[in-house]
């Protein structure tokens, strides 16, 4: 089966040593690099961003939904692996094409943020969230093309844990730059909390849309992947397709933007009745968000059921990927790896959406978070996902999975200590080390699980749908995170999220049990 490599026996350590040195392994350490680069700009440099731009915790928080590009990238993965780009393809080959279309648009969206000032009035911020959607969508989208890149290389588990090793090591020198890089130049040029310089901020992310140009020259110079025979269609039916989903998240959009209003009395009336209003905010925005996505889907069914849309492409692009993975595991494993997936980083993720807003309010200085998060916090999860490859292929993928979990959720817990120590630096650095160490080891270990249930037919879409779903619960709730911490206080929550990775433990050991009885 797909998965028997995650629970194969231990290999020597000349078998580690050649996966480590192999040509596929190197590459994807460029191509994380260019990963790693959009994600803090969303996130934590942005929340930074808007804090001294004088918004408030719960406000800024909401904007980590910008990233939830991520958790729906299922929906468009079909049109990377399917529809070429016009000229590109000839030049470069499918992958590749994507590739450098999606490294263009980040470029755009970062400079398109430089350009706007969230302190200026609600338009601005507006905008600059719209500009924040586009840098999710266009990372989301050379992340498909990137898992689909590298699972493409190789089939080999051994090489995959390893690619996902350097992958991660890649992706956090990235984040070393967006994250420690952007902050030290924020201050560089002259913008603290107490004194806001827009044109700092503007600057900082203007040197970060040049340092993309490493991912574009890296898209430039490695080779296409062979993906074997695939199906042709013809331009008007690749035309049908994209037009089916424009239509789609229009209508996705339309009911976002009606709804707006009747939300916010609903909110209003419950404010009022109830006193847990976080949790009735999250129940009220997520089922706006299901009916947005039920909206979407019954303008897809429409048009394929009036032949809008070639029907067999849109099988072929959408079903038969969900059928040959039940086909494949049977419906009892398919759910439980699924909920496996879907629940595996909900303590970090939850966690992390506040965690700099956090550091912040427990008085440490910019600078400090820097060089605590953004530089020695990165560079040990470069040592935990290195060591976490290593020991995935020396003693199995599910063993590592269930090693990452455990000292993931015990980690969130030393963030209980350093909010009654305070601005504590030595507290700071081994919380910090600690909780990065974690994030590493557990992440290589899930990247090549995940691989490894992907089918070679099906790249792009099955691992699209495994990774956006990795992230929508966890980062829907960590919307709400700075509302959860208004409400209950910062060591509540911290003990919330690490009490979050018991259930994943359960579903690790049940899936270890189901894949050696499958094998």
Known sequence: MAAENTIKSTKSWNEMA????DPAVIRMLFLGFSAGIPILLIFSSLSLWLGEAGLKKSSITFFSWAALGYSFKFVWAPLVDKLPIPFLKNILGQRR??????????????????FIDPSTGTEQLTLIAFAAVLLGFSSATQDIVIDAYRI?????MDLQAMMSSTYIVGYRVGMIVAGAG????????????????????????????????????TTLVISEPDRGEQTEHTTVDYLRFVLLFIVAVGGFIGMF????????????????????????????ESSRLIFAIIAAAIIAKLMITFHLVNNNMVEEAYLSPIRDFFSRYGKNLAILLLLLV??????????????????????????EIATGVKLWGVIATIFGGLLGGALAIRYGVIKILFAGAVISALTNLLFMLLAKSGHDLTMFYIVISADNFAAGFAGAAFIAFLSSLTNISFTAMQYAIFSSLMTLLPKTLGGYS??????IGYSNFFLITALMGIPVLLLIILAGKYLVKEE
């Open 18 to 21: 050649t996966a480590i040195s």
């Open 97 to 114: 094409s994507w590739l450098l279309l999606s490294q263009v648009l980040i470029i755009l969206a970062i400079l398109w943020m430089s």
């Open 152 to 156: 493409e290389s190789s089939r080999d």
């Open 182 to 217: 952007a902050l030290y130049l924020a201050a560089y040029f002259g913008t603290t909390k107490e004194a806001y310089n827009y044109d700092a901020w503007k600057w900082t992310y203007q040197i970060m849309a040049l340092v993309m140009l490493i991912g574009i020259t």
């Open 257 to 284: 933007f009606f709804s707006s209003e009747f939300v916010k009395t609903i909110k209003a009336i419950t404010k009022i009745l109830t006193i847990n209003t976080p949790v009735m905010g999250l129940i009220i």
């Open 342 to 367: 879907g629940l595996y980083r909900i303590s970090d993720i939850v966690l992390g959406a506040i965690s700099n807003v956090f550091y912040q309010d427990i008085g440490f200085l910019k600078e």
């Open 482 to 487: 700075g509302s959860m911490v208004e409400g």
